[in-house]
């Protein structure tokens, strides 16, 4: 398998530092609003990425961990009047709600707070200050970055570049402009913890530095994250973990890019800024999931309601295809494969690998996506209720088992008795009218979901057939 790593700027063969076990962090949101679009991505690439290795046998390791303290957080809470912690835990519940609608696998992530890490973060600093990487004053810690001399080396920047796009506070007291916070002292009204600089927080970057070193170890397999995270908040997770260890912090560092709303960059100056939340109040949001995998996850996509519901059409062929797999594994006999039924059979099993190679190609779901919609038009166009049964079921799993990888085709979509009456009638009056055309499409809609009419003297039966 290769991937591109962001640090090398070029595709590597992925080696685990373990044989059977793979370690991944993913920065998470801070959890002061619900997520929007584009913290999205990222979730659902790197869920599918876990998905794939533990398909490959991997046992997988998988933090993403929550901002609860930020000033975005300590703001919000004054707006509110509430408390920081409320807010926190109020959008942690609702990342939790978004999460289970884009089909992440939630229960075998690791959430870590950095607010439940305080002891873990002033260790770590006290640490680079005992080594000499950060300087105390008035209360606040820095990291020094002038005691590294590749420092800027995962963004590929020099240090006057760096300056020019950071996001830096001015002050006096630092003895770098570029030298970037561990620890802040506290202010009236905000929360704080006690350190041996004096009552404080944590800044940004170090919370994920001290997480991924409890759980993970001192060297990750892979650190993953949007692209705008590459500067100033990975190369500086870098920085401090590395000088406090001496190892590397990461072997594979991989970025998604960015998404874009009609063609145009997402900001809340824009006012072109979509929640997940806002989202799913008009599509489900599988379709979203399935929208963000179209696209290679390293190349920028376009969000517009055109596309989405251009993904919602996809997206249900693919259903449709299931469907109808589930329908001839039913009502298909046992026999023997003949040469054409074998013949389907190849072509499926090379379909199944090219999915693979796809994937094994530093994740790319759009080519993998594509072997899916490739499977389905087989079973739509050579596959029948004469097929062998054998046949259908071993496209049903292989579409199964794929698809799984990617996280998507896992409802169920079966109409109420009462739709299923409804659509009934309008079929019956449609035949009264002559409207034949209208009829068939009717009852072709009900086979593709699993419901098969009987025209029988006593009148129009239907069953299941899943």
């Known amino acids: 398998m290769k991937l591109y790593n962001t640090l090398t700027r070029k595709k590597e063969e992925f ?17 002061y609003n619900y997520i929007h679009v584009g913290n999205a991505r990222p979730l659902v690439v790197f869920d599918v990425l876990r998905r794939y290795l533990e398909y490959k046998g991997y046992e997988v390791e998988y933090l993403v961990n929550f901002t609860d303290i930020d000033d975005k957080l300590i703001n919000k809470a004054k707006e509110e009047g509430g408390t920081v912690k409320d807010i926190a835990e109020k959008f942690i519940d609702e990342f939790l709600i978004d999460a289970k609608g884009l089909l992440l696998k939630e229960e075998s992530t690791n959430h870590p707070k950095a607010t439940e890490h305080i002891e873990e973060i002033v260790d770590f600093i006290q640490g680079l200050v005992d080594k000499g990487y950060a300087y105390s004053v008035q209360g606040d810690v820095y990291f020094d970055i002038t005691r590294l001399d590749d420092y800027g080396k995962l963004s590929k920047k020099n240090i006057d570049d760096l300056v020019s796009g950071a996001r830096v506070e001015v002050s006096v007291v630092k003895r770098n402009p570029m030298d970037f916070t561990l620890w802040k002292s506290a202010k009236p009204g905000e929360p704080s913890w006690e350190s041996p600089w004096g009552a404080g927080r944590p800044g940004w970057h170090i919370e994920c530095s001290a997480m991924a070193k409890k759980y993970l170890g001192n060297t ?13 908040h990975h190369e500086n997770e870098i920085a401090q973990s590395e000088s406090l260890t001496g190892e590397p912090f990461a072997n594979y560092w991989l970025h998604n890019a960015m998404i874009n709303v009609e063609n145009q960059k997402m900001s809340k100056s824009m006012m072109n800024f979509f929640t997940v939340r806002e989202i799913s109040r008009e599509f489900d949001l599988e379709i979203l999931r399935f929208f963000i995998l179209s696209a290679h996850y390293r ?19 693919l259903y449709n295809g299931k469907n109808n797999l ?14 054409e039924a074998l013949e389907i059979k190849e072509n499926i099993l090379e379909l199944k690998k090219k999915f693979i190679d796809s994937m094994e190609d ?9 072997v899916l919609f490739e499977i389905v038009k087989e079973v739509n166009t050579k596959l029948n209720p004469e097929s062998p049964k054998e046949l259908t079921e071993l496209i049903y799993h292989i579409l199964l088992e794929l698809s799984q990888i990617l996280g998507i085709l896992n409802k169920k979509d079966e109409l109420l008795d009462e739709e299923i009456a409804e659509l009934i009638e309008k079929r019956t009056e449609a035949r009264k009218n002559k409207d034949f055309k209208l009829a068939d499409e009717i009852r072709d809609n009900l086979k593709e979901k699993g419901i098969i009419l009987e025209d029988t003297k006593e009148g129009i039966k239907w069953k299941r057939v899943r």
């Not at 993904?311 to 249900?316: D, F, Y």
């Not at 530093?362 to 594509?370: C, E, G, L, V």
């Open 220 to 232: 990750i397999d892979i650190h993953a994250g949007g692209e705008d995270l590459q500067f100033p």
């Open 15 to 31: 080696i685990p530092l373990k044989q059977d076990k793979v370690t991944i962090y993913v920065c998470g949101p801070t959890v």
């Open 362 to 370: 530093d994740i790319n779901t759009a080519d993998a996506i594509s």
């Open 299 to 317: 190349k920028p996509v376009n969000f517009s309601r055109e596309l989405v519901e251009q993904a919602q059409n996809g997206l249900e062929r």
């Open 326 to 339: 589930e329908y001839l594994m039913n009502i298909c006999e046992e026999k023997e494969l003949n040469h």
